[in-house]
């Protein structure tokens, strides 16, 4: 990533894009992914947001930020139970990709978190400005079965995380809001000094 950062390489794929040309490939579906793009074995999860590295040129003002983030994990791994009243919680209804013209299996799912932040004794809670998308493969489909045949692969869950924060003066509306990929408007930071300590 670091030869495509230099050359000020901007990566901002769609939802769509990303299982596409990444998540399937690199599950053995067929297709290529550029190597590089997106960094490997790192488990969100599990961090706190300021503990990930984001590319110079994913940057832009008033605090946003985005990265892109690829693990294969054990299923059924969930977000752990929140250290120092800190976690990733989701929030929103799963989102189905179903592949090809006119599919009607679920290739991929996407789901949403927001990193909040709890402290007296977990009584005031706070989201912050630091959002999360996951796409991950549905191992059951049968396509990834037929690419991954044995008890082994089917156990293992490939996810890619797209990690943001959100700008701290919202942009104004997009002229079409009827795009699938819509974040819509979502409600963020009360507490401007707890967001900083966050960053």
């Known amino acids: 990533m670091t030869n495509l950062a230099l050359a000020g390489y901007v990566f901002q794929p769609t939802g769509r894009e990303l299982v596409g040309h990444y998540l399937m490939p690199r599950a053995?579906?067929?297709?290529?992914?550029?190597?590089?793009?997106?960094?490997?074995g790192?488990?969100?999860?599990?961090?706190?947001?300021?503990?990930?590295?984001?590319?110079e040129n994913h940057r832009r003002d008033y605090g946003e930020v985005w990265?892109?983030?690829?693990?294969?994990?054990?299923?059924?791994?969930?977000?752990?139970?929140?250290?120092?009243?800190?976690?990733?919680?989701q929030y929103s209804q799963e989102k189905?990709?179903?592949?090809?013209?006119?599919?009607?299996?679920?290739?991929?799912?996407?789901?949403?978190?927001?990193?909040?932040?709890?402290?007296?004794d977990r009584e005031v809670v706070s989201q912050t400005r630091w959002r999360m998308?996951?796409?991950?493969?549905?191992?059951?489909?049968?396509?990834?079965?037929?690419?991954?045949?044995?008890?082994?692969?089917?156990?293992?869950v490939f996810i890619v995380h797209k990690v943001y924060r959100k700008p701290l003066i919202p942009p104004p509306p997009p002229p079409d809001s009827s795009s699938s990929e819509d974040e819509g408007f979502e409600s963020y930071i009360v507490y401007s000094q707890l967001d900083e300590i966050m960053r």
Request: aromatic share 16%; with cysteine; proline share 9%.
């Open 28 to 40: 053995g579906l067929g297709g290529f992914f550029l190597p590089g793009v997106i960094k490997e």
């Open 42 to 55: 790192v488990d969100v999860l599990s961090l706190r947001p300021r503990a990930l590295s984001f590319p």
């Open 67 to 89: 990265g892109f983030f690829f693990v294969a994990k054990p299923a059924g791994e969930t977000c752990p139970t929140p250290g120092a009243g800190e976690c990733w919680e």
């Open 96 to 120: 189905a990709y179903y592949g090809g013209e006119g599919g009607r299996e679920a290739v991929a799912f996407r789901r949403r978190f927001g990193y909040r932040y709890s402290w007296r």
């Open 133 to 156: 998308k996951e796409y991950r493969l549905n191992g059951k489909a049968a396509a990834f079965c037929r690419a991954h045949p044995g008890p082994v692969p089917s156990d293992l």
